[in-house]
């Protein structure tokens, strides 16, 4: 007897009979369930023992998986060797004290400005225990040599104040002889004005770029400072005796 067709449920002849999916179907009803498209043995796929084309092939979809005591045993086996990673992680990092964390731009100027204030604070802490068993500074009288070694490199420095405008002779007996200077008294009308008396201390190095500039040491003492602007002000570094511009937050009042 011959079989029935698995789409138009008619009879199958075996001149037209195609064996496949478990059915029996004619050539013309051998073809996809969703285009229609006629199908062969070596084009077509299976689904629910249906033919389908590779186009409208059904995807698979995943489901839900029974707890079976081979599922439990996986699924325990991959926590406990998820715990191990982790306690080995913890031990290699236990102590460093930190995590990682991206270097972004943000970051870098928190740790740059953090940087500048511990800088800052230790040189504070640094000058607090240097001057903690200090006397009070008292100013000290130059000698007469002194007065014309300044007047000379005031003469050479155009525009620049002289060393003997910036130490006055004390008062009393002792007294010294400028004759010898006369120059220094002619150019205090185009220096700047007289000294407030205002002193700093360097809190960095510095290195002059220019001729109207001074350099100075890391604490180094910067008397009759006077400014100029937010950035500048001009004074004379006590070590050296130079005088000219220096950056303003090189220095810090003391």
């Known amino acids: 007897m011959n079989p029935e067709c698995g789409r138009c449920k008619q009879v199958v002849y075996p001149t037209e009979k195609v ?31 249906r033919p389908y084309c590779n186009a409208h092939y059904p995807q698979t979809k995943f489901t839900c998986v029974a707890d ?11 926590m406990i060797q998820s715990q191990v990673l982790y306690k080995e992680e913890f031990e290699k990092s236990k102590g460093k004290g930190f995590s990682v964390v991206a270097d ?18 230790y040189h504070e802490e640094f000058e607090k225990r240097k001057m903690g068993g200090e006397a009070p500074y008292q100013p000290s009288h130059p000698s007469p040599d002194h007065f014309e070694e300044a007047a000379a490199d005031g003469r050479a420095k155009a525009g620049g104040w002289t060393a003997s405008k910036t130490h006055q002779p004390p008062a009393g007996p002792q007294s010294f002889n400028y004759d010898a200077v006369p120059e220094p008294v002619s150019q205090a009308a185009a220096g700047p004005p007289p000294s407030a008396g205002k002193r700093y201390r360097a809190v960095y190095d510095y290195s002059a770029d220019d001729d109207d500039e ?22 004379r570094v006590d070590r050296t005796g130079q005088q000219g511009m220096l950056p303003a937050n090189y220095v810090e009042a003391i």
Request: with cysteine.
């Open 19 to 49: 064996n496949c999916l478990d059915k029996y179907w004619h050539k013309r009803c051998f073809s996809c369930e969703v285009c229609k498209m006629t199908l062969n043995m070596k084009n077509y796929k299976g689904f629910e023992k």
């Open 68 to 78: 079976t005591p081979e599922n439990l045993r996986l699924k325990k086996q991959s």
């Open 104 to 121: 972004t731009p943000e970051l870098q100027r928190i740790k740059k400005t953090q940087d500048q204030i511990s800088n800052i604070r």
């Open 214 to 235: 001074v350099s100075f040491m890391e604490g180094d003492v910067i008397v009759d400072v006077q400014p100029i602007d937010e950035g500048w002000m001009y004074g």
